[in-house]
C-alpha cells in the first residue's frame, strides 16, 4: 500500500509559476516510480512527467517539456513538480502515482490537487 497527498495547487496568472509536491508513505519511496498526470474538465486525464527510482531518469509530455520538471527527494519521501511559464491550457486537477519499475500500469494515486491559470 502507498499513500500519496498531494498540496501545492493553486491560482496563478498566466507566465506565473507553481511547485507541486506529493508526499508518500507506506511502501519504500526509494523503489518506486513516480509520476504525476493531470484531468482538465471534460478531457481524459493524461501523461505530465515521470522520474524513474534512481531519480536519474526522467520522461515528460511534450506539451510541458521545457516548461515543468519533476525532481524527488527521498530522504522526505516526496516527489515536486515545477511548474514554470504555466499557460491557461494547464489548468487541470493534478494527480501524482506510483508504480513498481517494470510494471506497466500506476497503482497507487493521490486525491488530487487543482492548478488553475488564469489568462
Known amino acids: 500500500q502507498v499513500q500519496l497527498v498531494e498540496s501545492g495547487g493553486g491560482l496563478v496568472q498566466a507566465g506565473g509559476s507553481l511547485r507541486l509536491s506529493c508526499a508518500a508513505s507506506g511502501r519504500t519511496f526509494s523503489l518506486l516510480n513516480m509520476g504525476w498526470f493531470r484531468q482538465a474538465p471534460g478531457k481524459e486525464r493524461e501523461f505530465v512527467a515521470q522520474?524513474?527510482?534512481?531519480?536519474?531518469?526522467?520522461t515528460y509530455a511534450d506539451s510541458v517539456k521545457g516548461r515543468f520538471t519533476i525532481s524527488r527527494d527521498n530522504a522526505k519521501n516526496t516527489v515536486y513538480l515545477q511548474m514554470n511559464s504555466l499557460k491557461p491550457e494547464d489548468t487541470a486537477v493534478y494527480y501524482c502515482?506510483?508504480?513498481?519499475?517494470?510494471?506497466?500500469?500506476?497503482?497507487?494515486w493521490g486525491q488530487g490537487t487543482q492548478v488553475s491559470v488564469s489568462s
Open positions: 502515482a506510483s508504480t513498481l519499475p517494470g510494471m506497466a500500469k500506476y497503482d497507487y
Open positions: 522520474v524513474a527510482w534512481t531519480g536519474g531518469s526522467t
